[in-house]
């Protein structure tokens, strides 16, 4: 079976005229022989606005009973697109995670997809049908249905492909690919025609929306090659794929920024071995994920500065657990929530020296200060104001010759 499998994100199920141009979209596949399954995702917006009743109910809402509800959006975009391709005379139904089922193994709310039944799905296909499959969603062992991260309808893609060996799998969105930085903030972002997985993954796990971090990583795992494209303009978009399939021209392939960032400084923190593990344990234990960290000997050796980062929305909780911490001493404890991260991504760096000194020097032209600074064999990236962040993403993609 010639099988593709084609996700469709919120957007481009965001409004009726566009799930009718989704089904054309499907029907343009099936004239091409290709037997298809669709995953979508919620239409835009219903993910949030769900989350946000479980907070109007509980600050503490179960999280077995928050999946229960987020994962709710997809039901209606699969429904109505399976109800749409019936409209045009077309077999079609819309299948929930459990109904197949999509079986997931982890927290709620960040589970990760380990098998899927292929049985009702692959005689569905055979009597010419199009399985309409929600996205984000499966169940664990306990029977109750779970959710896959936020975006998570990429992997769930990625995950069906697997399972039903697909000769492709099409991203749909709502952007001509994968560019070099998000191009709705930079309007000289250049679409790219082939990234590395390596590539891919650290771009969006450094802030690029465009793709689910978790799906790069089943898609490298399983070696599948995946396709971006605009579910509203019939062009050419982006592959993602083996190393060895992508052009080694340019050095740095992309730049990647989040905005959510927040700094914390614990200034004169009585430095004896064991001190860091002591402040980040309490944090580890809270699902806090601590992401750059600094630390610098002061003058007397007797007392250390300790800088890291965190998203923002767990600034209050990591105040609260730094204060009642009773195994670490510090004399104060300074926050910034006006912080941004910017990085640069490219395999090329492997090999090319001097990358890190462009980058730098790029930025102080430009008058830009670094407050933080990791990097790892294929990235680098700096803590720097807010306000400088747009400057700072500009000048970096003109510095690695991005703009051309
Ligand atoms: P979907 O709803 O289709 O899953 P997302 O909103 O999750 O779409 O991802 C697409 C968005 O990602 C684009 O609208 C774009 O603004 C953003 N984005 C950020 N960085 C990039 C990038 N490097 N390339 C393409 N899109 C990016
Ligand atoms: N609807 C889910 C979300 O908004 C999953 C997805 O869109 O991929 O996160
Ligand atoms: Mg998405």
């Given at each position: ?11 481009s199920v965001?409004?009726?005229?566009r ?14 022989k290709?037997?298809?399954?669709v995953?979508?995702s ?30 709710t959006g997809?039901?209606i975009?699969c ?9 045009l005379g ?5 299948w929930?995670g459990?109904q ?12 990760r997809i380990?098998?899927i ?12 049908g ?10 664990n ?21 697997k ?5 492709r ?10 560019y070099t930085?998000?191009p ?11 990234i ?21 990583q089943?898609a ?5 090659d ?20 992508v052009?080694k021209k ?7 920024f989040?905005?959510?960032d ?6 004169g ?30 003058s007397n ?9 965190i998203?923002n ?9 730094i ?6 001493r ?6 910034d ?6 990085s640069i ?10 990358v890190?000194?462009?980058?730098f020097?790029?930025l102080?032209k ?16 700096v803590?720097?104001?807010q ?6 993403v ?11």
């Amino acid at each position: 079976m010639k099988i593709v499998v084609l996700k469709f994100g919120g957007t481009s199920v965001g409004s009726i005229d566009r799930i009718k141009k989704v089904t054309k979209i499907i029907i343009s596949y099936l004239k091409k022989k290709y037997k298809v399954i669709v995953v979508s995702s919620a239409i835009s917006g219903e993910t949030n606005r769900l989350a946000k009743l479980t907070k109007q109910i509980s600050n503490n809402f179960p999280s077995s009973e928050y999946d229960s509800i987020v994962s709710t959006g997809e039901q209606i975009s699969c429904a109505l697109i399976a109800g749409r391709l019936n409209h045009l005379g077309y077999l079609s139904r819309s299948w929930l995670g459990w109904q197949i089922p999509i079986f997931t193994t982890g927290n709620y709310s960040n589970s990760r997809i380990y098998s899927i039944n292929k049985k009702k799905i692959l005689q569905f296909l055979k009597q010419g049908g199009v399985p309409i499959i929600t996205g984000f969603q499966g169940i664990n062992s306990q029977n109750r249905i779970t959710t896959i991260g936020r975006g998570g309808s990429d992997a769930s893609a990625i995950m069906v492909a697997k399972f039903f060996s697909a000769k492709r799998c099409v991203i749909y969105t709502d952007v001509n690919g994968v560019y070099t930085t998000d191009p709705k903030i930079v309007p000289n972002a250049k679409k790219i025609k082939k990234i590395s997985y390596e590539e891919m993954l650290e771009m969006a796990s450094l802030g690029a929306k465009v793709m689910q971090p978790n799906s790069i990583q089943d898609a490298r795992l399983n070696r599948i090659d995946i396709e971006v494209r605009n579910s509203f303009k019939n062009i050419s978009g982006s592959l993602i794929t083996k190393r060895k399939n992508v052009s080694k021209k340019n050095i740095i392939r992309g730049v990647s920024f989040t905005k959510n960032d927040a700094k914390v400084t614990l200034i004169g923190v009585k430095d004896s071995p064991g001190v860091a593990a002591a402040i980040f344990e309490p944090l580890f234990k809270n699902s806090i994920n601590v992401d750059m960290v600094v630390q610098n000997i002061s003058s007397n050796k007797k007392e250390t500065d300790l800088t890291f980062t965190i998203k923002n929305e767990d600034l209050t909780k990591t105040k609260k657990l730094i204060k009642v911490n009773k195994k670490i001493r510090f004399k104060k404890i300074v926050t910034d929530e006006n912080v941004s991260k910017v990085s640069i991504i490219g395999v090329g760096m492997i090999t090319t020296p001097g990358v890190t000194f462009r980058m730098f020097n790029a930025l102080a032209k430009k008058n830009i200060n670094i407050q933080v600074i990791s990097t790892s064999e294929i990235k680098i990236s700096v803590l720097v104001k807010q306000q400088n962040l747009k400057k700072a993403v500009d000048v970096l993609h003109k510095e690695f010759k991005l703009d051309y």
